[in-house]
Each structure stands twice: as C-alpha cells, then as structure tokens.
C-alpha cells in the first residue's frame, strides 16, 4: 500500500536523525519496534538504517528491540541484515504484540537513555505510552487507523510537544520506485522526483488512511520529524491532513507545502490571542500543526502580500522580532 511505502521512509528518515543525537547524548540507547498484526516491513528498513550508520557507533551499545506477531519469516529476514551489523548494536527479535512492550523495554534497560519507540497498529494504552516515556529524552512514532485525536492522549500521558497528520492516498496507487532505504538512497530518490507533485484528488475515490503521531520533549526532534514528513518522496495520491482541521481539507505531500491553509491557520491565531511576532507564529506552526517552522515565515509573507495582517517595524528583514498583526477591517487569508 503507498502508505506503508512512505511509513517505511519515514522511519527511515527519523532514525537517520535520531541516532546522530543520541550518540553525542550518551553511551547507550534503545530502538524499540513494536507491530500490531502481520506488518512489519520497517523492522526490516530500520535494521538498514542502522546499518548505514555502523561507521559512528563504535564505543556505543545500541539495542535494537523488534515486537510482531503473525510474521514468521521475521526473525530470518531480520537475522540476514544483523549479520552486517557492527558488535555494538544488540537486536533481539521477540513474538507478541505491543502490549508486551513494557516488559521488553524493562529487560533491556532502556530507562534512563535515549529511548526511540515505533509503535505500529496498536491503540495507545496507558501502560504502553508510560513504558515509552522511560527514556531520556524519549520519542515516540505512533501510527494508527483513523480515528479521535492523539493530541490528548499522548499529552496526558507527558509528551509536550505532539505532532500528528493523516496519511490519505488511493488504495490502488502503487508505491514510487526507491534508489534505497538508506538515508543516502532516500535523498537521490527525493531530489530524482523533485517538482513532482501529487495527485489533487485521489482517483476513484477509493482511498486509504493512516494516522500518524510523534510525541517528544525535544524541540529539535519534533522539527527532525515535520522535516521527514515533508521530505518523503512524492507517491501518486498521497495526501496529508491535519486531523484538527474541521473542514478536512488535505495538502499535497512534497517539500513545498502550499502555505494557503497554514497562512488562514496563523490569521486564526492572531484573532484569537492579539499580535504575535514572527518567531511565536513560527513556534505556533510547528507545534499545532502538520507544518514546519520554516513554512511560517512564506504564510507570513503571504499574509502580508494579501493585505490580511500588517507588521511592525513595516519595513526591514522579516525578522522573529517583527510583531504581526491581524489587518483592520476583518482582512483575511489570501
């Protein structure tokens, strides 16, 4: 399905930036990888990943803790790919289902260090997201079926920043041809279908979706994964959506999101809390929406250009210290 496609890709691109960090944090760390049912495709692409990196890890301990259920050539495929691991990355490869998570991370010793925890198919439970939290710092990847908000949940159970977006795409699409799931891979493929957009409507109607949340305490991992998320090659169809979103409008996946809606989004800030400056609407996009801190300051302009909101000082560098202002008279997005 292409949104298993670009989930794979996704993992793939996180790990790439979370690894780095937890090295230079501390001398251990755990990838914990837990699948609901029989889908367990980015085990597979995320024991590449690591692989990829095995020049950096010498001096480190890195375990690699894999949950499944109902995959039975699991341990095989996984076990070909550990062979070209370095002695530093342990991978254990258990039966079970998420729900066993808990036991599996208390095992390991993940508390007390970088912890990253993909979570596949499962609902979050109390238990499972308060095993997640043992880290330090710790981040989740959860992805589930449509259905109510993670926001709350993941909020409640102690992550501060959330971001979460609807993978929409058509059922029958196939996935887009890879160099490699590889970091190295994923970037020629990126810049290979650069200016490729994807379709505006998903032909047929007939379509697929998948929810897709990361908690973290890091400002700088949340930005890793808004800037994963846009970064994923192009697939016929695909569309994200911000579940918040009353009116479910979907935006094209590519590197250059339309600022439109993030643009009507920061004007709705602005009437409801006053004047912000140009770094809170930045912030306000990175953590209330699908949207980039980076795509703030285009929105901005955008804004600006249409007469919507005006600024202050009115002339200069926009800059973060520029106070935005919704525009006299009720002006709204362009």
Do not use: C, N
Not at 261 to 281: M, N, Y
């Amino acid at each position: 399905m292409p949104t298993d496609t670009v989930l794979r890709e996704l993992l793939v691109r996180q790990l790439d930036a979370w690894l780095p960090v937890a090295l230079h944090r501390a001398r251990r760390a755990t990838l914990a990888l837990a699948y609901a049912g029989t889908d367990a495709g980015g085990a597979d692409a995320a024991l590449r990943a690591v692989a990829d990196l095995a020049d950096r890890l010498r001096g480190f301990r890195l375990t690699v803790l894999v949950l499944a259920e109902g995959d039975a050539a699991l341990p095989a495929r996984l076990g070909a790919v550990e062979a070209t691991l370095p002695a530093e990355v342990a991978v254990h490869v258990m039966p079970g289902d998420p729900g066993r998570l808990p036991v599996a991370l208390k095992a390991a010793g993940a508390a007390g260090a970088p912890l990253l925890t993909v979570v596949h198919g499962a609902d979050p439970t109390p238990a499972l997201l308060a095993a997640a939290r043992t880290g330090r710092p710790a981040d989740l990847l959860l992805v589930t079926g449509p259905g109510a908000p993670l926001r709350p949940v993941l909020d409640a159970a102690g992550f501060p920043l959330v971001a979460e977006v609807d993978l929409v795409a058509p059922a029958e699409a196939g996935p887009v041809s890879a160099v490699g799931e590889t970091a190295a891979g994923l970037a020629q493929a990126t810049m290979a279908t650069a200016g490729k957009t994807a379709d505006a409507t998903p032909p047929g109607g007939t379509v697929e979706g998948r929810r897709v949340a990361f908690a973290t305490a890091s400002d700088r991992s949340l930005q890793a994964f808004k800037d994963a998320l846009w970064a994923v090659r192009p697939t016929p169809g695909l569309r994200y959506r911000d579940p918040a979103d009353p009116q479910g409008r979907s935006l094209a996946a590519g590197p250059e999101p339309d600022p439109g809606p993030l643009g009507r989004e920061l004007l709705a800030e602005l009437r409801r809390r006053g004047p912000r400056t140009v770094t809170e609407l930045r912030r306000h996009a990175l953590t209330a929406t699908p949207y980039r801190a980076a795509d703030a300051t285009r929105a901005v302009t955008g804004l600006l250009d249409s007469g919507a909101v005006t600024r202050a000082p009115e002339h200069g560098r926009l800059g973060g210290d520029v106070v935005i202002s919704a525009g006299p008279g009720g002006g709204s997005a362009a």
